[in-house]
């Protein structure tokens, strides 16, 4: 079975700082793997994946990760945080015989000005 | 724009009175799928529809229904709600389950609330 675990449920940051989100993915099949975006009362938006091309990603909003098979991670980072990154994120896998997403349960990011 | 909507944003009923949350697509997807979260946690896969086939969660309460009418529409019926059932309830799409890597698209999800 597959499964994610996002180390941290709340990380704070100063503005400008760099953003560090970790998510470690199990899996017993190369995965496929998401970060997904909740702002306060609204549905999640996808800022990248990963589907076995390049290991590192970019996504939208200046974010990427990169996948490192050895340590079963997919970390999301941001050079520089903007205010407007204050949210909720949220890691998710799945795999090739496409069974349902599997989120982790979350990393609230706060900004500080 | 494509898009998912769900219908209402928020809505409130009451202690056993069921009640129905709607959710349409513009997208034209295959897929579509119903989420619980609570708060502060991940999101919690209650079912899916693959065309006109339902998929239901092994763990998902009996009181918790599903229907598809056309491709646009899909609605969750929750039977007899409970406190326990007061959530945000997303709902999702995608375009094919067997593509690689499908996004899955979610609306803005409806927020329940059980007096």
């Known amino acids: 079975a597959q499964s994610v675990t996002q180390l941290g449920s709340h990380v704070s940051v100063s503005e400008g700082a760099l953003v560090l989100l970790r998510c470690n993915y199990s899996?017993?099949?190369?995965?496929?793997l998401f970060w997904y975006v909740q702002y306060p009362n609204q549905g999640l938006q996808l800022l990248l994946k990963?589907?076995?091309?390049?290991?590192l990603v970019k996504g939208i909003n200046g974010f990427e990760a990169e996948f490192k098979k050895s340590e079963t991670s997919f970390h999301l980072t941001k050079p520089s945080a903007h205010m407007s990154d204050a949210a909720e994120y949220f890691c998710a896998v799945s795999d090739p015989r496409n069974t349902p997403l599997v989120f982790g349960k979350g990393t609230r990011l706060s900004v500080i000005a | 724009d494509a898009m998912v909507i769900q219908n209402p944003r928020y809505q409130v009923t009451q202690f056993g009175k069921p009640v129905t949350l709607s959710c349409s697509q513009t997208?034209?997807?295959?897929?579509m799928y119903w989420y619980q979260q609570k708060s502060s946690q991940a999101p919690k896969l209650l079912f899916h529809y693959y065309d006109k086939d339902f998929n239901n969660e092994a763990d998902t309460p009996d009181n918790f229904q599903s229907r598809r009418p056309n491709t646009s529409f899909c609605f969750l019926d929750i039977r007899s709600p409970g406190l326990g059932d007061a959530a945000m309830y997303l709902c999702a799409t995608s375009r094919d389950p067997r593509a690689r890597g499908e996004t899955q698209y979610f609306g803005p999800g409806t927020r329940l609330l059980v007096l």
């Open positions: 990963y589907t076995s091309a390049a290991t």
């Open positions: 997208l034209n997807h295959n897929v």
């Open positions: 899996s017993s099949v190369p995965p496929y």
